[in-house]
């Protein structure tokens, strides 16, 4: 099988000796092209000329979850084609490693390399949905070009904190999950919008819901972790469905505290719950819209801020090694 490996050289968890035995342990099974990314969103580009090439029947991502996602959204640039296009493997190179914890691929970067091999022996695959976010048509947004996403999209709170902790590691901090947390509380403390809030969701044929103070769309569960506890903001989500969306209409601090500890605490069947709790499950067409600009991110990459954005659930959008 002839596989392109899409290596990014600031992986926070390889050196350069672990990336050469990898290559040579995937080398021995696959006939290997390796590319290293040089700036943010080579990746995509790389992933993209692979794929329009017609040369690759696979395409291996190794890095944490923003290079997974430049590697599918050039794999996605005209659009899904299960059939036609490579398939991804995932080889987990970051922090956190959400969408390949998620396939169930070990979260040890050599452990992980051997459960692909494994896959790749028998011929191991499932195709799975995907998220797609753009500009809403008729607002100050709808030039935004979409984007896909993996697991997480966060518009407003959750999004605040992924800046945080960006603007922290362009300073030299290494992204830990202490890091996280401490930006949490930091993001509570200056949320301007935490009593009223400013987004509101539009469903087809259904009423909108107005004044939620944080908004989290979820492509599969569980959405991240938090050290090695999975984090489940809705627990029915899943690569086989369309998306989940989970709001809070209050962050007051009892409700953070109730919340909070209710996520830290969420399992497989059971999420945040109670009378602020807005959630809607498999859904394949919605709008998050608000009254002020807010932060945005997908799958923990902040965006900047916007207005409007459109999610689409995109059902058996690419093929991938497991």
Known sequence: MRALLVVNPAATTTSARTRDVLIHALASDLKLDVATTEYRGHARDLARQ?????????????GGDGTVN???NGLLHDGPAPDALPRL???PGGSTNVFARALGL??????ATGALLDAL?????????????GGTPGTRD???PARWFTFCAGFGFDAGVVGRVEQHRERGKRSTHALYVRQVVRQYLSEPHRRNGVITLNRPGQDPVQDLVLSIVCNTSPYTYLGNRPLYASPEASFDTALDVLGLTKLSTSAVARYGTQL????????????????GHDLTDFTLQSQVPLPFQMD??????RTSVTFTGVRRALRVIV
Do not use: F, M
């Open 300 to 305: 923990g990459d902040h965006l900047g801020l």
């Open 142 to 144: 709808e030039a935004v």
């Open 70 to 72: 430049e590697v599918v």
């Open 106 to 111: 070990p979260n040890d970067v050599v452990e």
């Open 121 to 133: 022996r028998d011929g191991s695959e499932r195709t799975v949905g995907l998220g797609l976010a």
């Open 264 to 279: 830290v605490t969420s399992t497989p069947e059971r999420g945040p719950r109670g009378k602020h709790v807005v959630s």
């Open 50 to 62: 692979a794929a329009e090439s017609g040369t690759y029947e696979l395409v291996v991502a190794l």
């Open 89 to 91: 493997a995932v080889v």
